[in-house]
């Protein structure tokens, strides 16, 4: 009879794991449904205002983006600094990821004022005249607010590090109520259009930003932001933070570049195709959310493992969170494919749309409690190790061979139109899936660790 190994000196226990996941699992619901929110309250504004946002949404997704990537690089260096209890250390980087991600923000900010005209008349194209107001409306507001989306995911990124994610969870409950009802006043009551949808979400962003720096500026905390008013660069704890950020960074912003390249073909398919997309894409949100809480929990639990030094743990730990991931995915598409035809009853679709929609769905979920796992809480462990560059370069050659190629090659020359587009999307997680494997076996990415 086999021996049962003893964990007790391990440095997460059940208890300690629940504490982290189920509060990130409420904090990606609120962000979903927040999102859902939005959208209902401005397309009672219309659908020139719908489009406006949404094209101004496509840019500050790409910079909330990169902004986590940076956040994740100094989650990852903090953590690895907190397993080695080098806590002043720890102290030091999460103080220099604040002040670089607020400069760079800063930065960025004054750039899209100094080029709005360009952005709204050169990026986004052609586009009707009423689109191009909403737009500008839009755009000029909820770009004072990349700043403070730079400083709540450098301070969130820092909270989880220390194995508190009830405080993002409870900024984000806050950031709904917020949005829901200062949408609500201001589309409802004070009919203030496109302003009245964008002045809450600023405000809501100022408010998380407050509400997630406060605490950590204390010293009682582990992990602190060193109060001072005067930044002082330490490159050698940027450039350890920009090895994990700027890989992580550049794979997420192909990935959102790849989504609008696909998007374009969808277009081609017809209305059917583009509603079909469009409803799959906001229930694939809910299919995959307990596997984005469970990615985000992989950093802080993993670098503190590899800043101790012990791959056993690292192990331990990243077979515990897939199978956590893989039951999670299980629970939540079982629902979902029992709520199927509730679904496409409140969307109202035709015969055609509703018949390839709910073949999408089921097609992902089960594709979902498959791949998904491997093909995204495995790369998590190699960031969180320090391996971030092989992750870069797997997902972006998968990406543009794999699941850009495949929509093409399915959904446009053998005609499977938009259910073509989500079987390339599933190879490209099933190429991911087996290269990371291959990685994780490898042992190659034990060698990586960044301090």
Same mark, same amino acid.
């Given at each position: 009879?086999?021996?049962?190994?003893?964990?007790?000196?391990?440095?997460?226990?059940?208890?300690?794991?629940?504490?982290?996941?189920?509060?990130?699992?409420?904090?990606?619901? &609120?962000?979903?449904?927040?999102?859902?929110?939005?959208?209902?309250?401005?397309?009672?504004?219309?659908?020139?205002?719908?489009?406006?946002?949404?094209?101004?949404?496509?840019?500050?997704?790409?910079?909330?983006?990169?902004?986590?990537?940076?956040?994740?690089?100094?989650?990852?260096?903090? #953590?690895?600094? &907190?397993?080695?209890?080098?806590?002043?250390?720890?102290?030091?980087?999460?103080?220099?990821?604040?002040?670089?991600?607020?400069?760079?923000?800063?930065?960025?900010?004054?750039?899209?004022?100094?080029?709005?005209? $360009?952005?709204?008349?050169?990026?986004?194209?052609?586009?009707?005249?009423?689109?191009?107001?909403?737009?500008?409306?839009?755009?000029?507001?909820?770009?004072?607010?990349?700043?403070?989306?730079?400083?709540?995911?450098?301070?969130?990124?820092?909270?989880?590090?220390?194995?508190?994610?009830?405080?993002?969870?409870?900024?984000?409950?806050?950031?709904?109520?917020?949005?829901?009802?200062?949408?609500?006043?201001?589309? $409802?009551?004070?009919?203030?259009?496109?302003?009245?949808?964008?002045?809450?979400?600023?405000?809501?962003?100022?408010?998380?930003?407050?509400?997630?720096?406060?605490?950590?500026?204390?010293?009682?905390?582990?992990?602190?932001?060193?109060?001072?008013?005067?930044?002082?660069?330490?490159?050698?704890?940027?450039?350890?933070?920009?090895?994990?950020?700027?890989?992580?960074?550049?794979?997420?912003?192909?990935?959102?570049?790849?989504?609008?390249?696909?998007?374009?073909?969808?277009?081609? $398919?017809?209305?059917?195709?583009?509603?079909?997309?469009?409803?799959?894409?906001?229930?694939?949100?809910?299919?995959?959310?307990?596997?984005?809480?469970?990615?985000?929990?992989?950093?802080?639990?993993?670098?503190?493992?590899?800043?101790?030094?012990?791959?056993?743990?690292?192990?331990?730990?990243?077979?515990?969170?897939?199978?956590?991931?893989?039951?999670?995915?299980?629970?939540?598409?079982?629902?979902?494919?029992?709520?199927?035809?509730?679904?496409?009853?409140?969307?109202?679709?035709?015969?055609?749309?509703?018949?390839?929609?709910?073949?999408?769905?089921?097609?992902?979920?089960?594709?979902?409690?498959?791949?998904?796992?491997?093909?995204?809480?495995?790369? #998590?462990?190699?960031?969180?190790? #320090?391996?971030?560059?092989?992750?870069?370069?797997?997902?972006?050659?998968?990406?543009?061979?794999?699941?850009?190629?495949?929509?093409?090659? &399915?959904?446009?020359?053998?005609?499977?139109?938009?259910?073509?587009?989500?079987?390339?999307?599933?190879?490209?997680?099933?190429?991911?899936?087996?290269?990371?494997?291959?990685?994780?076996?490898? #042992?190659?990415?034990?060698?990586?660790?960044?301090?």
């Amino acid at each position: 009879m086999l021996e049962k190994a003893d964990r007790s000196n391990y440095l997460f226990d059940n208890k300690s794991l629940l504490v982290l996941v189920v509060p990130l699992i409420i904090e990606q619901l &609120l962000n979903v449904s927040v999102g859902i929110v939005d959208s209902v309250m401005v397309s009672r504004v219309g659908e020139a205002a719908v489009s406006g946002v949404s094209l101004v949404d496509n840019i500050m997704i790409l910079l909330i983006n990169a902004f986590a990537a940076l956040a994740t690089g100094g989650a990852v260096v903090a #953590g690895q600094y &907190l397993g080695q209890k080098r806590y002043n250390e720890g102290c030091k980087a999460s103080t220099q990821l604040v002040w670089f991600i607020t400069i760079l923000a800063l930065g960025i900010t004054l750039l899209v004022y100094l080029g709005h005209h $360009f952005i709204l008349h050169n990026v986004f194209g052609k586009i009707d005249a009423d689109v191009m107001g909403h737009a500008k409306t839009y755009l000029l507001i909820v770009t004072a607010s990349i700043p403070f989306m730079a400083l709540y995911n450098g301070g969130a990124a820092i909270s989880r590090t220390m194995g508190n994610s009830s405080l993002p969870m409870l900024i984000s409950f806050i950031m709904v109520i917020i949005n829901t009802v200062g949408d609500a006043v201001g589309v $409802f009551v004070l009919r203030m259009g496109v302003a009245g949808v964008a002045i809450p979400t600023l405000v809501a962003r100022i408010a998380a930003a407050v509400l997630v720096i406060i605490p950590l500026c204390s010293e009682k905390k582990i992990l602190h932001f060193k109060k001072s008013w005067r930044y002082r660069p330490d490159k050698s704890m940027i450039k350890k933070i920009l090895s994990i950020g700027v890989p992580n960074g550049m794979e997420n912003s192909m990935f959102q570049l790849g989504k609008i390249i696909v998007l374009s073909l969808v277009a081609t $398919f017809g209305t059917y195709a583009i509603a079909a997309n469009a409803v799959s894409t906001a229930v694939a949100m809910f299919q995959i959310l307990p596997g984005l809480a469970i990615s985000l929990a992989v950093t802080p639990v993993i670098a503190r493992c590899v800043g101790v030094g012990d791959y056993e743990q690292v192990i331990y730990y990243t077979k515990k969170m897939n199978l956590i991931t893989y039951a999670g995915l299980i629970i939540i598409n079982s629902i979902i494919f029992l709520l199927i035809p509730v679904i496409m009853k409140i969307y109202n679709l035709s015969a055609q749309t509703a018949q390839v929609t709910q073949s999408i769905i089921i097609f992902h979920g089960i594709a979902c409690i498959i791949i998904w796992p491997i093909a995204f809480i495995l790369p #998590g462990t190699f960031r969180a190790a #320090g391996d971030a560059k092989i992750c870069m370069i797997i997902s972006i050659i998968s990406m543009w061979v794999f699941r850009i190629g495949f929509s093409y090659l &399915l959904g446009g020359y053998f005609g499977l139109g938009v259910f073509g587009v989500w079987i390339g999307m599933v190879i490209d997680w099933v190429v991911r899936a087996v290269c990371f494997i291959i990685r994780y076996i490898s #042992g190659k990415w034990k060698k990586e660790a960044i301090v």
